[in-house]
């Protein structure tokens, strides 16, 4: 899980007080943007930029979540930084009532995130997404729990969330891991596995591959 939480750190720059290391360079929010992108463009093939652009609200919600978080985490001098700040909260707003997405710039989102559907999706603003994770409709990442189990989740790499389904507390979800719809995760989920139910079950160990690619397609008769 420490690798999901490194690879987030590296797609979207240095932490808020981190400095960079001379040997990395962080390829920062606008490379993380494309990794989007690129999630899109595979996950709906034939569809062209143009249409993407114009249709996928999800791309329109992550755009403005990685120019935000790059600024946050940016070392622009401090009252302009927080000017800047309150310019991409309004526009944060702007889009959460566009699109019924909320991705505070302060939460932690690796490339590649592909979200299949818009609407009623919340993520806190101190949670951890790995990279090549898709989110459905419905679904909520925050925090829950009491005393030293409070907090918010960290998600790992190649995680697949139904919808409607709600990740909450200090938990963590390994990676290649599969979210069945509305399910309620309160709990460790093992890498690999896949949960179902309130609470949520183990019910599986198949991974999430099959998950994160298209769909083929209607059945024919």
Same mark, same amino acid.
């Given at each position: ?24 360079? &962080?390829?920062?929010?606008?490379? /993380? ?11 709906? &093939? ?8 114009? @249709? ?10 990685? /120019?935000?978080?790059?600024?946050? =985490?940016? =070392?622009?001098?401090?009252? $302009? *930084? ?10 944060? *707003?702007?889009?959460?009532? @566009? ?13 590649? $995130? ?44 190649? #995680?697949? #969330?139904? @919808? ?41 160990? =198949?991974?999430?591959? /099959? ?11």
């Amino acid at each position: 899980m420490r690798r999901a939480v490194a690879i987030v750190e590296h797609a979207i720059g240095v932490g808020a007080e981190a400095a960079p290391s001379p040997a990395v360079s &962080p390829p920062g929010w606008w490379s /993380a943007y494309r990794a989007d992108f690129a999630r899109y463009r595979e996950m709906r &093939p034939g569809t062209t930029t143009l249409v993407l652009v114009l @249709t996928e609200q999800g791309l329109w919600a992550l755009l403005q979540y990685r /120019a935000a978080a790059g600024i946050y =985490r940016s =070392r622009l001098f401090g009252p $302009l *930084k927080r000017a800047v700040l309150l310019g991409a909260g309004i526009a944060q *707003k702007l889009i959460e009532m @566009t699109t019924g997405i909320s991705l505070p710039y302060r939460a932690r989102i690796g490339p590649g $995130l592909y979200i299949g559907h818009f609407g009623n999706i919340i993520v806190h603003e101190d949670a951890v997404i790995g990279d090549t994770c898709n989110i459905s409709q419905g679904v909520t990442v925050g925090t829950s729990g009491r005393g030293s189990r409070r907090g918010a989740p960290v998600i790992g790499n190649r #995680v697949y #969330v139904a @919808t409607n389904a709600v990740v909450a507390g200090r938990i963590e979800v390994g990676d290649d891991s599969v979210v069945g719809a509305n399910s309620l995760v309160t709990r460790d989920v093992p890498a690999g596995s896949t949960v179902l139910g309130v609470p949520a079950l183990i019910v599986g160990h =198949r991974g999430s591959a /099959a998950y994160l690619v298209p769909h083929p397609g209607p059945i024919q008769h």
